[in-house]
């Protein structure tokens, strides 16, 4: 995607600044990119977490189902807390 080609002058109806957007300069490669998430040391938790790692930045198709699966395992995890 070239940064140069998006226009966005609002999301959601709000307008935005220079201030809002932080647009990169260069294309970085997903291989140079560290996970923004460190291990928590509960499996269920870790596992969730690493569905968001095969989430392919090139098909935002899949972006939905993956993220769901991730939401509805921490879920699981949050409502089984008290038993």
Known sequence: MNPELIDVDE????????????????????????????ATGHGEIDAALELIQVIDVEDIHSHHEILTQVHDRLRDVMVNLDR
């Open 11 to 38: 999301v959601d109806g709000e307008q935005l600044d220079s201030e809002d957007l932080f647009l990169l300069d260069e294309v970085v490669h997903s291989e140079l990119v560290l996970p923004v998430w460190e």
